[in-house]
C-alpha cells in the first residue's frame, strides 16, 4: 500500500491514512487501497475494533483530492464518487467497531469518511466542515446523505451551504463527534474505548451495529422487525447463556467471540 498505514495490536487494527504532505487528502488510488483493506479486516477474527485516523499533527483527511479532481471528466468524478461510496459503505458495515480518531481537519471527504465510521472521537484542534461548494462540487463522498443523518438535515444544510468550518467543541454539541480530548490523549482515549468494547460480548456488538445500520435505512416497523431477528440470533451464543448465568450467579461473566 503506497498510501495507508496498517497495524494491527490487542485486537485493535490501525488505518492511517498517510499522505501527510497533501494533508492526507483522498485520491483514488487511496480509495482503492481503503477498500481493498477493509475487504481484508472484515474476514479477519482477529480484529474486534478498528480505528480511522491521518497521518501527521494537522489533518486526519483535508477532503478528496483536488489536484486530482481539476482536469476530471464527468465520467471520472461520477467514478471516483462510486469507488468512494464502495470502500466507505464497506468500512461502514464491516462486522468490527471503527472508530475515527479525529487528529486535526477532516473537511469534505475527509468529514465524509469520519461519518462512515461508528463512532468519531476529536482532538480538541479538530476542525470539520463540508467546502464542497466552494469548489463547485457537492459532497460526493455520502456527505449529503450521512449528515443529514447524524446531525438532522436543518444543521446539515446549513454546514454544506454556508461551508462554515467548525471546532471540535461544536462538533460534539451537534452530535457529530461523540467525544472531544485533548489532542495528546486521542489515541490513548480511542484505545480504552476499544478495550471497553472488547470486553463485551462481540457477536452481540456486531449483531447490534447490524441492526442500528440497517434499522436507519428503513422504516420503523421494518427496523424493528430486523432488531428481534437479531435478538432471537443473539439466544443462540455462548455468550447470552454465559452472561445471564454470570448475571444471577452474581460472578463476572466470561465473555468469549459467540
Ligand atoms: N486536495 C489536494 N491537496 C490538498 C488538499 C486537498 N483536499 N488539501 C490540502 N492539500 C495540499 C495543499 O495543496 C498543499 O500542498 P503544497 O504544499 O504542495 O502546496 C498541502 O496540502 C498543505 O496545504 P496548505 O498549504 O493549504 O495548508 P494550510 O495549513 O495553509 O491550510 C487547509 C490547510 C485549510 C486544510 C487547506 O489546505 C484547505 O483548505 N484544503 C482544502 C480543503 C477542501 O476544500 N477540502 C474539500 C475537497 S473536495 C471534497 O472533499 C469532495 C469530496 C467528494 C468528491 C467526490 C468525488 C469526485
Known amino acids: 500500500m503506497n498510501n495507508l498505514l496498517f497495524n494491527v495490536e490487542n485486537e485493535v487494527g490501525v488505518i492511517t491514512i498517510n499522505r501527510p504532505k497533501a494533508l492526507n487528502a483522498?485520491?483514488?488510488e487511496t480509495l482503492s487501497e481503503l477498500k481493498q483493506l477493509v475487504g481484508e479486516i472484515e474476514k479477519r477474527k482477529d480484529i474486534k475494533v478498528v480505528i480511522v485516523?491521518?497521518?501527521g499533527e494537522k489533518a486526519f483527511v483535508a477532503g478528496a483530492d483536488i489536484a486530482e479532481m481539476v482536469n476530471g471528466t464527468p465520467v471520472e468524478g461520477r467514478q471516483m464518487c462510486l469507488l468512494a461510496h464502495e470502500a466507505f459503505a464497506k468500512l461502514e458495515n464491516?462486522?468490527?467497531v471503527t472508530i475515527?480518531?479525529?487528529n486535526g481537519y477532516a473537511l469534505g471527504g475527509g468529514c465524509e469518511l469520519s461519518m462512515a465510521c461508528d463512532i468519531r472521537i476529536a482532538a480538541d484542534n479538530a476542525k470539520f466542515a463540508q467546502p464542497e461548494v466552494n469548489l463547485g462540487i457537492i459532497p460526493g463522498f455520502g456527505g449529503t446523505q450521512r449528515l443529514p443523518r447524524l446531525v438532522g438535515?436543518?444543521?446539515a444544510k446549513e454546514l454544506i451551504f454556508t461551508t462554515d468550518q467548525i471546532d471540535a467543541q461544536e462538533a460534539y454539541r451537534i452530535g457529530?463527534?461523540?467525544k472531544v480530548v485533548p489532542k495528546d490523549e486521542?489515541?490513548?482515549t480511542c484505545l480504552k474505548m476499544a478495550e471497553k468494547i472488547i470486553s463485551k460480548a462481540s457477536y452481540a456488538v456486531t449483531l447490534a451495529k447490524s441492526a442500528i445500520n440497517t434499522g436507519?435505512?428503513?422504516d420503523l416497523a421494518s427496523g424493528c422487525r430486523f432488531e428481534s431477528d437479531l435478538f432471537g440470533l443473539a439466544f443462540s451464543t455462548n455468550d447470552k447463556k454465559e452472561g445471564m448465568s454470570a448475571f444471577l450467579e452474581k460472578r463476572k461473566a466470561d465473555l468469549k467471540d459467540f
Open 153 to 155: 438535515k436543518g444543521r
Open 186 to 188: 486521542l489515541m490513548s
Open 216 to 218: 436507519m435505512d428503513v
Open 176 to 178: 457529530l463527534a461523540n
Open 26 to 28: 483522498l485520491n483514488s
Open 53 to 55: 485516523t491521518g497521518s
Open 94 to 96: 464491516i462486522p468490527q
Open 100 to 102: 475515527a480518531a479525529v
